[in-house]
C-alpha cells in the first residue's frame, strides 16, 4: 500500500513590480477599503494581485508607485506577496488581512518579539493636552 504525502503548496514564482502595481491599481478603486479587499481574495483563494488587473494596467500603477517613491526619496523598499514566499503568516490573522506588504530595512526582524509605539508627530491640541507618561510594563 503506498501512502500519499500531502505538501504544502510551493509558492507562486511572481513579478514583484507587478503585484505591487495591481494592488496599487485596486486600491484606486471608489469602494476600496481593508475590508473590501479582503474579501476579494477570500473570495478568490490563492488569488494574486495580478489576477484581478490587466497586465499592462500592473505595470502603469507599479511605474507610478516607484516615482512616488523616488521623490518621497525612497531608494530602497521590498514587497512580500501573500502567497509568494516570505509573507508572514502572522498578518493572515488580521480581521482584513493585506495581500501586499512594503517593508523598510532588515527582513528578518520580522519574526522577532519587538514593540509597536504608535503616534503621531502632528498631534492635535486635545492630544497634545492629554499627553501622560509612559507606564512601565
Known sequence: MSVLALSPPEPKSVSPLREMGAYEDL???????FKTLAEKFR????A??????????????????LNIAARK??????????????????????????????YRGWWNLVETRSVAVVGTREPSTDGAQGERPLRSF
Not at 531608494?75 to 512594503?102: C, N, S, T, W
Open 48 to 65: 494574486l494581485p495580478t489576477d484581478f488587473v490587466s497586465s499592462e494596467t500592473a505595470l502603469r500603477y507599479a511605474d507610478l508607485a
Open 73 to 102: 526619496g525612497v531608494q530602497q523598499f521590498g514587497v512580500r506577496i501573500h502567497g509568494a514566499g516570505e509573507y508572514p503568516m502572522k498578518l493572515r490573522d488580521a480581521r482584513y488581512p493585506i495581500e501586499l506588504l512594503y
Open 43 to 46: 473570495n478568490r483563494p490563492g
Open 27 to 33: 486600491w484606486m478603486s471608489r469602494e476600496a477599503s
